[in-house]
């Protein structure tokens, strides 16, 4: 009987170290990418390996141990950014007038496209040379294109033929490159950026509603 439950009481140990580094790995990970986003939050848009490393409190092998390349990192990031954006999301009622869901759902854009301007930024200057980091921009871009859909529904509906010219229009004018032109391109504020956007969605969306 002692030996029984000395193979019991060594599964629940093993068991339990397993946890143990599991977590361990779940939190250095974390670390990692906290580190990673907040480098580029302070304007380090391209932070290296060993400034990732070092800011995360970690050495550089642990880094690549958790981390194959950057192209795992940039997936890792990315999520967290949709983290963060999911977490700061509210509905916008598509029972509204047009012009209240215009406004509210050009106020949420506003704010959600600050919460990841420097991801974006940082984002923009890799691109070009990351398959990841385009796969993350595509996540963007579908989850704009979702909620426009639901939202304003009933206009596209009107739009008939045009929906898709339609749908693809309110995008783009939700987007951040869109945004980084209102914003430093010209050079205006946040809400004057915003009342731009609201004038372009709500436009957009007249010409149907006043057929």
């Known amino acids: 009987m002692a030996v029984r439950g000395r193979g019991r ?3 629940v140990e093993v068991a339990s170290r397993v946890d143990g580094r599991t977590a361990r790995a ?5 670390a990692i990418v906290e580190a990673h986003l907040a480098l580029i939050g302070e304007g380090d848009l391209r932070p290296t390996g060993e400034r990732i ?5 970690i050495s550089l092998r642990t880094l690549w141990t958790n981390f ?4 795992t990192l940039f997936e890792a990031s990315g999520a967290e950014v949709l983290r963060q954006q999911d977490a700061a999301y509210r509905p916008v009622s598509p029972g509204l007038p047009l012009a209240k869901r ?3 759902y050009c106020r949420q854009r506003a704010r959600l496209l600050q919460l990841i301007t420097p991801s974006a930024r940082a984002a923009q200057m890799r691109e070009p040379v990351s398959d990841q980091l385009h796969r993350n921009r595509l996540k963007h871009i579908d989850r704009v294109r979702d909620e426009v859909e639901e939202l304003f529904a009933a206009e596209l509906a009107q739009a008939g033929r045009g929906r898709e010219q339609l749908l693809n229009a309110l995008v783009a004018a939700s987007m951040w490159p869109a945004w980084s032109m209102l914003r ?9 950026a915003r009342a731009v956007m609201t004038r372009t ?3 957009l969306l007249a010409e149907v509603s006043a057929d």
């Not at 490393?53 to 409190?57: C, L, V, Y």
């Not at 194959?68 to 192209?71: P, R, Y």
């Open 26 to 30: 779940e939190r250095t990970r974390a």
């Open 102 to 104: 215009v406004d509210a």
């Open 201 to 203: 969605v709500g436009a």
């Open 68 to 71: 194959k390349d950057m192209e």
């Open 53 to 57: 490393a070092e800011r995360a409190g």
């Open 9 to 11: 009481m060594d599964g």
């Open 184 to 192: 430093y391109g010209l050079g205006l504020g946040v809400d004057q």
